[in-house]
């Protein structure tokens, strides 16, 4: 009877470690069956099987493009990035091949405009000091490729936040806002579902066949307790000034009488055509 309990015992704390290390899959990650994909980080290893022990049966460059055929329940995590596994299909010469890839990998969003494809993806998790805290945190990077086929023109990089705020992202490309040489803008976006988790907006501007990142944007808020709010006007926007760009800055917070206090500021960026300085 001891064993017959023993066993019970062991098969409970097996089940309550296996709840409690559950990975699940960041919605940035989250990508269709049967759509077509592109490959973000250069030499992405192809798997016989969806798992890092699976043996290694190709290596894909960046820019590929693969069809999504099944997305496995399989999780890797790989700093603060969850992604699933995905078994692919895709293009070698004459020969149409299959494999599986980890989903980290693949572009969270991709465009082509004249000629150029634009790439967004999430590269890596790195260690940060904050100093305020005086500790060491996970911050994500993310960053924006410029291709001609197979060759890469220009990279630009930049923080995304951490694992809770890679539950949407967006990537789009914008007219030039009357910026001086600027062919066009990109905007790269990721963001939490839940209240108090930030989000972040990436404008890079496009000239010359270069990126050129601006200071990130970052919003967050609690509904009806608080906010912290960041946007660009630039100079096609209402309020906007020739050859400049304008960060507007507004946060809210509600106090113990229940009334909103918001207090506004606003840096001006000046642009000469190839880069911005501080007004």
Request: charged share 25%.
């Amino acid at each position: 009877m001891k064993t017959l309990w023993t066993a019970l015992f062991l098969l409970m704390l097996q089940l309550f470690t296996a709840q409690e290390t559950e990975v699940y899959a960041d919605g940035v990650f989250g990508f269709e069956e049967n759509k077509t994909q592109k490959i973000f980080t250069d030499w992405t290893r192809v798997r016989q099987d969806p798992g890092v022990n699976a043996q290694i049966v190709d290596s894909l460059q960046i820019n590929q493009q693969v069809t999504i055929l099944k997305k496995e329940n399989t999780v890797l995590k790989l700093g603060e990035r969850n992604a699933n596994w995905y078994k692919i299909s895709y293009q070698k010469g004459e020969s149409t091949l299959e494999g599986y890839i980890w989903g980290g990998n693949l572009c969270v969003g991709y465009r082509n405009k004249n000629g150029h494809d634009f790439l967004f993806g999430l590269s890596k998790t790195i260690d940060r000091k904050n100093k305020e805290f005086n500790e060491t945190q996970k911050q994500n990077i993310a960053g924006i490729k410029v291709m001609e086929g197979s060759t890469l023109i220009d990279e630009v990089y930049f923080d995304t936040g951490r694992g809770e705020e890679l539950s949407f992202a967006s990537f789009n490309i914008e007219s030039g806002h009357k910026l001086q040489n600027v062919e066009f803008t990109l905007k790269a976006m990721v963001s939490g579902e839940a209240c108090g988790i930030a989000s972040y907006d990436q404008y890079v501007l496009f000239k010359d066949k270069k990126l050129v990142a601006l200071p990130q944007l970052t919003n967050v808020g609690d509904a009806g307790a608080y906010y912290h709010s960041e946007e660009y006007v630039f100079p096609n926007d209402k309020g906007g000034i020739p050859n400049a760009f304008i960060l507007k800055v507004e946060d809210m917070e509600v106090d113990e009488k229940d009334r909103e206090k918001k207090k506004s500021s606003s840096k001006t960026y000046l642009w000469n055509g190839s880069s911005y300085q501080l007004k």
